[in-house]
C-alpha cells in the first residue's frame, strides 16, 4: 500500500500526495488521451487552462496503485 492520497482542489487543480513518482493521464468522456503528466510525490498537478470545457476523467497511479476521478472543466 502506497498511500496515494487525492484532492481536487479545484477543476483545474488536483494534489497527489505519494512516497513515489507519480503519473496522471487525462481523457476525454470517449476515452481518448489528452494529456500526460509526471511528477514527483507530494506536488500539485495544474492543469485546464488549454483544456475545452468539459468533462474529464484523470487516472492518477503512483507505483501500483491506481486512482480514477472525474473533473468537470468550466
Request: hydrophobic share 40%; aromatic share 6%; proline share 1%.
Amino acid at each position: 500500500f502506497i498511500g496515494l492520497k487525492i484532492s481536487a482542489m479545484s477543476s483545474n487543480t488536483v494534489r497527489a500526495a505519494s512516497t513515489t513518482k507519480t503519473t496522471a493521464v487525462i481523457m476525454d468522456m470517449q476515452g481518448r488521451i489528452v494529456k500526460r503528466y509526471s511528477f514527483n510525490s507530494n506536488t500539485s498537478l495544474d492543469f485546464g487552462n488549454d483544456l475545452m470545457p468539459g468533462t474529464y476523467m484523470i487516472k492518477i497511479a503512483a507505483g501500483k496503485e491506481v486512482r480514477v476521478i472525474k473533473v468537470v472543466k468550466q
